[in-house]
């Protein structure tokens, strides 16, 4: 069973607010990975970790920063939330060996900013 | 551009009935195809495909992979309504990350 949490799980937000999505593991993996999901398409990658102190941004382009100071944790931040910031983000993890591909993904948090 | 390309987009099947779905893929430096049931909330994860022709099964689900078509397929028998939810197919593009591209999902709707 997969240890991966995401708080908080549903939130909704009026423009120009600053967010922390926060995402935790505890299975010590060194990579983590956010997506973003719009209902009906698919997950797109926005950022990912290879461990402590190290953050990419992933394919498709987004506002939102991360960062990672403890391998559990790897928050997202957006500034100034807008409407277009309404979305699905979904957190994963996996080992960082070149064999262990499966990702653990958390729940999910459901953002709408009005 | 990496892709990857799931059909259909949607089913509705009645309990019991066999349905297979697709996914096709294009990328760079292929290493693996993974298969995700996604419900309410996140994706689980079913199956890891590397190598052609290998079925790998769990239970009433199976998979297998095609390296040379590109695609792979996954089947679910004797289906039921708690198979009901989005199918998701990424592939691992071994140039650079090890990233996964998900396609948009096939959304499989069982009735009783």
């Known amino acids: 069973e997969a240890d991966i949490y995401q708080t908080p799980r549903y939130l909704v937000i009026g423009t120009g607010k600053k967010i922390t999505l926060e995402c935790s593991q505890t299975?010590?993996?060194?990579?983590m990975y956010w997506y973003q999901q719009d209902p009906g398409m698919e997950l797109h990658l926005i950022h990912y970790?290879?461990?402590?102190?190290?953050?990419e941004k992933g394919d498709l382009s987004s506002e939102s920063t991360v960062s990672r100071i403890r391998t559990e944790h790897f928050p997202l931040t957006l500034e100034s939330a807008r409407p277009s910031h309404t979305s699905q983000y979904l957190c994963a993890s996996s080992e960082l060996g070149a064999d262990s591909y499966e990702q653990y993904f958390g729940p999910g948090t459901r953002l709408t900013v009005t | 551009e990496d892709k990857v390309v799931q059909s259909p987009l949607s089913l509705v099947v009645h309990e019991g009935d066999t349905v297979t779905l697709n996914c096709s893929y294009e990328?760079?430096?292929?290493?693996?195809l993974l298969w995700y049931k996604q419900e309410k909330k996140a994706p689980t994860f079913l199956f890891m495909l590397t190598s052609s022709g290998i079925e790998k099964k769990s239970g009433r689900l199976s998979s297998i992979l095609d390296k040379k078509e590109l695609f792979s397929i996954l089947n679910i028998t004797a289906t039921q309504t708690g198979d009901s939810a989005v199918y998701l197919c990424a592939v691992d593009d071994q140039t650079g990350a090890n990233n996964l591209f998900f396609g948009t999902g096939t959304r499989l709707t069982v009735i009783p």
């Open positions: 970790s290879y461990g402590v102190n190290s953050t």
């Open positions: 990328v760079t430096n292929f290493r693996s």
């Open positions: 299975m010590g993996h060194d990579k």
